[in-house]
């Protein structure tokens, strides 16, 4: 209940409509389009949970949370909370028992194809996954550059890197850095765009191929987010295996993924393990997975650095 209305509240842009302070409902549902009983009850809804804050009767305001649906927030959260609620998306987590019962995607069942097969058939459902990927690696981007220290770093070339947030981000903390940002054709002309915005045009590219063939060559560090996660053990190790023959001889791997916790242990990446179930053919891992994987690889597994998100950052040293 609570994530379709958070889903309702982000596609009709309510936060920005109240970002420089509070409305009253009739002029707040004559802005978004809608009809002002209906806003009125969703807002009182998500107030009730600490997102927006009713005032004088029918006037809102912006709460923290609320302050996360904003589309100029650097922290964003819109674009991954309209993923969430769409209906494409939605409709798989209906047939999750599909996945629990035949062990496959119910994502397949559904649509007929794989997901990573579907998206560039489907550019709204496309660019909406996108958008969620950069929104949610905004939100996470803070907390891992306070984490993991880049400063011994010549080279970054982030596999995967979407759009290029997390590596721009980098770029702008660590002046002595380059990037190179790899990606699908369809997707590494976002990153260029944000490339010239930032102004970092002489100390990064993006490049667009396919991980699974090969990946740029020269960097002494590869950062994953969100990406190994996608794969089963063969396809994650053909990745892994190419960071390590393309990097260079002293290099490292930093996989940025939610480490699953041993026992009855709360953990967001529990609940995430489920999405993959349902949408894809892989599992989130644990370190000793991980350290598994990294060894096949030519990695040795060095260290798990928490974040304050639930983001871990899995550092692994070349092996020759």
Known sequence: MTTQALSVAAKLGIADLLKDGPIETNELAQAAGVQPRPLY???????????????????????????????????????FIIFMGSDWHWRVWEDL????????????????????????????????????????TASVSAALLEAYDFSSVTQLVDVGGGHGHLLTAALL?????????????????????????????????????????????GGDAYIMK??????????????????????????????????????????????????????LHSFERTEAEYRALYEQAGFELTRVVATQSPYSVIEGVRRE
């Open 41 to 79: 009850r969703l807002l009182r809804a998500l107030a009730s949970v600490g997102v927006f804050a009713e005032e004088d009767k029918g006037w809102f305001r912006l709460t923290p949370l609320a302050e996360l649906l904003r589309s100029d927030a650097p922290n964003s959260l819109r674009g």
């Open 173 to 217: 903390k660590y002046p002595q850095m380059k990037g190179v940002v790899f990606d699908a054709t369809s997707v590494v002309g976002g990153a260029q765009e944000l490339i010239a915005e930032q102004g970092l045009e002489a100390r990064c590219t993006a490049i667009a191929g396919d991980f699974f063939e090969s990946v740029p060559t």
């Open 226 to 279: 969100h990406i190994i996660h996608d794969w089963q053990d063969e396809k994650a190790l053909k990745i892994l295996r190419n960071c390590q023959q393309a990097m260079t001889e002293n290099g490292k791997v930093l996989v940025v993924e939610m480490v699953i916790p041993e026992g009855n242990a709360p953990s967001a990446g529990k609940l995430l393990d489920l999405e993959m179930l349902a949408f």
């Open 97 to 136: 028992e599909y996945s629990v019962k035949k062990a496959q995607p119910a994502f397949e069942h559904i649509y007929g194809k794989p997901f990573f097969e579907y998206l560039p058939e489907n550019p709204a459902q496309a660019k909406t996954f996108h958008d969620a990927m950069t929104s949610f």
